[in-house]
């Protein structure tokens, strides 16, 4: 009993500890700020001290710029020959020749496209995703969005191989040399994850000019980091029984790469291609702002108009692409991951891949029917319908009829929430914030994370985007917490009842292959552009994480340890309060670190209604092609996520150690 007793004190006596060190530096923060008329340096960071970083990575481009034009040149030169082939084949006419002599021609039939839509996923899934892979093409053929959706398809099916055999090389070496992906490439992929988007349109404008190549680039960049993640995980996590099988069959070390450990990869590498697809769709329709075309650009060009009708056709479109993208993607990496039934191999190419041969077929014979039929060269306009007018009605009466309760919600969001929450993180002095954020990187990780904390944290201050900075915190900080708020109870719905289960997943789901455009577009539509969007939209886009997240904790826990509650005389109230919650917390705070990290990338996108943070300042820079501005707010935002996503892993695994 005594020893039970002296060694809950001595666990109580840090937590205590810590407190009373709490309780102190809050005060002093306070301090700070009720004397800032004393300290204003302490407060508001002194114009005169800020470093001029973004002047230096200016002048850092512009010498790139100046003496490094012929690689630029070289590099767009070479990349351009796959790319205007995949464009040409899919959404423009190949014109060989000039003048009079010149010949066009035909880009492949819609008609093909979709009948070899329908057969991919008939050999991926069977007859319904081959019914819903082609049912998307086919709907996107008659809402005539077809040459937009085959521009974006053609960037993709040029990114996403690049971005495959790049991320497979990378992970190679970072699995084979812990040092270097322990100091280069776990640092590159955090940057290269957290950064927003239109900030790598801003360097890839000015080295590569406004043109489909730039936009491929940036997409690489953007969607390779999944593929080196997934191909480390799945080499470590190849049995060493396999291993050390492969060195007693005599294989040399590049033969046990590709023909043993890559093979028994290979389930955890789809899932990476999986996920390179869908951020490859995702950056492929930011990146129309630098010349990329396609549904994006449609989505942009309807935005600026206030469009919405336009807008919700395109981002439909998108939709459409992204969903069968996604399932006909999932459906091979299931395929890989269960292996195949043994096949008899046959001589003919025809007899092995029979829905291939049939698809090559029909795109040809469909392909030359288009010299002769326009009807299969190009969608003809008799067939296609638009419910542009029906969106413009719906919302036109939506506004009529709730026009007050809609403006009423939004004034008193805005007044009681939205306002207050901002004005006190911009009013927080920025020295307390480095300090606040040092000690808890001490507590939870030690002098190496505080250091890292406050360093990221003084960069924000240091290069005079303290202001923006906290004003992307407030807005990014109110959607996370409003989207845990929805998130996590229906998560815990979820992992109570195998109904809500299968109700919840198809709607995250879908939630999740929707690219960020598509969430703005309804949301600007009734409550305009603002804060309150952007707030709305985010919560919408973050959600996801919270609720899958929750669910998976929660069932994740052994059901031993239920029962042994259960006997215990345990009611369910408090088996899941004292058993299954307390287990199931380090997943649902990874969840809630995850839904902060998207929450900050949706701010971002969000510059584009009206928001006042560093998203806009990345905007500006981006329509000014001013480099060094967009650069260094790019990092600032990436900073932000860093600094959350080190804290909440931390405290994670703290969590994951107290329960063992």
Known sequence: MTVTASTSEARSRPVQLWLVVWACALAVVLAVFLLQDRLPWAVNYPAGAIVPVADWVSALMSLIKSNFSWLTRSITAVLSVPLDFALNLLAKNFKIGRGADMVVLPRLSWVGVCIGAFLAGRAAGGWKLGALVGGCFLYIALFGQWTSAMLTLGLISIAVPF??????????????????????????????????????LIPMLLLFGNSP????????????????????????????????????????????????????????????????????????????????????????????????????????????????????????????AQGHVYQEVSPSFWRRYPNLTLAIAILAATTLLGLFVPAFAAVPKAITFTTAPLWKTAVSWITINFFDTIEAFRVALILNVLNPVRAFCEGFPWLGAVFLLGLAG?????????????????????????????????????????????????????????????????????????????????????????DV????????????????????????????????????????????????????????????????????????????????????????????????????????????????????????????????
């Open 442 to 530: 001490y507590q939870l990780g030690g002098l190496r994370l505080a250091a890292l904390v406050a360093a990221l944290t003084v960069f924000c201050a240091v290069t005079g985007l303290w202001e923006k900075t906290m004003a992307t915190v407030y807005l990014c900080g109110i959607s996370a917490f409003i989207a845990c708020l929805i998130g996590i109870p229906i998560g815990l719905m979820a992992s109570r009842s195998d109904r809500v289960e299968k109700i919840v997943t198809p709607v995250i789901d879908t939630l999740q292959v929707l690219p960020s455009f598509c969430f703005i577009i309804p949301v600007v539509m009734l409550f305009r552009v603002g």
């Open 163 to 200: 971005c495959i055999v790049t991320g497979l090389f990378v992970g190679i070496w970072a699995w084979r040399k812990p040092w270097a992906e322990r100091l280069l490439i776990s640092p590159a992929l955090d940057l290269m994850q957290t950064i927003p988007t239109f900030a790598y």
């Open 213 to 336: 190549v730039s936009a491929m680039i940036a997409t690489a960049i953007f969607a390779t980091p999944p593929m080196v993640r997934a191909t480390m995980l799945g080499l470590s996590r190849v049995p060493s029984e396999i291993d050390d099988f492969s060195e007693m069959a005599g294989c040399t070390a590049r033969q046990k790469l590709w023909r043993v450990l890559l093979p028994s990869a290979r389930p955890t590498l789809m899932v990476g291609v999986n996920q390179v697809i869908m951020l490859a769709l995702n950056m492929v329709i930011i990146a129309s702002m630098i010349g990329a075309g396609g549904l994006g650009y449609d989505v942009l060009l309807a935005l600026r108009a206030l469009k919405v009708g336009e807008a919700m056709e395109a981002g439909l479109a998108i939709v459409a692409l992204a969903i069968a993208l996604d399932r006909l993607s999932q459906a091979i990496a299931r395929n890989h």
């Open 533 to 660: 969007t952007a707030m709305i939209a985010t919560v919408a886009f973050a959600v996801v994480p919270a609720i899958r997240y929750t669910n998976h904790g929660l069932r994740q826990v052994p059901p031993a340890l239920i029962e042994a509650a259960k006997v215990s005389g345990c009611t369910k109230r408090q088996t899941f309060l004292r058993v299954q919650l307390p287990l199931a917390l380090p997943e649902i705070m990874l969840g809630v670190n995850q839904t902060i990290l998207m929450a900050l990338a949706m701010i971002i996108i969000c510059a584009m209604v009206g928001t006042r943070d560093l998203g806009q300042e990345v905007f500006i820079a981006l329509s000014k092609a001013d480099s060094g501005r967009g650069i260094v707010a790019g990092l600032a935002i990436a900073f932000i996520g860093i600094v959350a996503d080190r804290l909440f892993n931390a405290w994670t695994a703290k969590a994951r150690a107290r329960l063992g």
